[in-house]
């Protein structure tokens, strides 16, 4: 079993930045790749980024690209999302979830593939 516990979400002004955190907890963290995913209202979730468990790969959502980065601290059991220039688009219940499968090679973004989920983090951004 393993507990994700984001914190960090909040209410930012377009253009505005936050640092969202996830920690993990009840298994080895440093094998699993790690990912965040967001659900804006009224929509499914949707994948924003993962990274690998040695945090040497990422993979973005086209539209986080450039303004959002993931990183991962095997010490601490923690994965980070720094978004930047935030649009009130990605307004959102914010998602950490840790890889099904240990030593994955090949990032995966569909949500089946991730096993463990936390209980997300509300990001507003206001226009």
């Known amino acids: 079993q393993v507990q994700l516990v984001e914190s960090g979400g909040g209410l930012v002004q377009a253009g505005g930045s936050l640092r969202l955190s996830c920690a993990a907890s009840?298994?080895?963290?440093?094998?699993?790749?790690m990912g965040w995913f967001r659900q804006p209202p009224g929509k499914e979730r949707e994948f924003v980024a993962v990274?690998?468990?040695?945090?040497?790969?990422?993979y973005y959502q086209d539209s986080v690209k450039g303004r959002f980065t993931i990183s991962r601290d095997n010490a601490k059991n923690t994965v980070y999302l720094q978004m930047n220039s935030l649009k009130p688009e990605d307004t959102a219940v914010y998602y950490c979830?840790?890889?099904?499968?240990?030593?994955?090679?090949?990032?995966?973004?569909?949500?089946?593939?991730?096993?463990?989920w936390g209980q997300g983090t509300q990001v507003t951004v206001s226009s």
């Open positions: 009840g298994r080895t963290f440093s094998i699993y790749a």
């Open positions: 990274i690998s468990w040695n945090g040497a790969s990422t």
């Open positions: 979830a840790a890889d099904r499968t240990s030593w994955r090679v090949r990032l995966v973004t569909h949500t089946a593939e991730f096993g463990y």
